[in-house]
């Protein structure tokens, strides 16, 4: 078995690894954690950086998700304006 860097958290993996886009693009890949929790809440619409210091022990996985959440609710409220 080949073991691996991850680009996302440096830890060492064994196996295939994953595709870190849009975390991080490039030809390195991810651990499976990395993957479960950064890549994949990031590629449904979570912004990177909570995600980042969630995953250095900073934030709540959760609470990266609320921000998203929220994000999401001003967004949704807020009138288009076309042509600004
Ligand atoms: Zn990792």
């Known amino acids: 078995m080949?073991?691996?860097k991850c680009v996302i958290c440096g830890k060492p993996y064994i196996?295939?690894?994953n595709n870190p886009a849009p975390v991080y693009n490039g030809p390195e890949?991810?651990?499976?954690e990395c993957n479960a929790?950064?890549?994949i809440p990031a590629r449904m619409g979570a912004p990177?950086?909570?995600l980042l210091k969630a995953?250095?022990?900073?934030?709540?996985?959760k609470k990266a998700?609320?921000?998203n959440d929220t994000e999401g609710k001003t967004k949704l409220g807020k009138?288009?304006?076309l042509g600004e």
Not at 29 to 32: A, R, S, V
Not at 55 to 61: F, N, S, T, W
């Open 65 to 67: 998700m609320e921000i």
């Open 2 to 4: 080949t073991v691996h």
């Open 15 to 17: 196996g295939y690894g």
């Open 79 to 81: 009138p288009t304006r």
């Open 48 to 50: 990177i950086d909570p």
């Open 29 to 32: 890949q991810c651990c499976d």
């Open 55 to 61: 995953k250095a022990g900073l934030m709540e996985v």
């Open 37 to 39: 929790t950064i890549v």
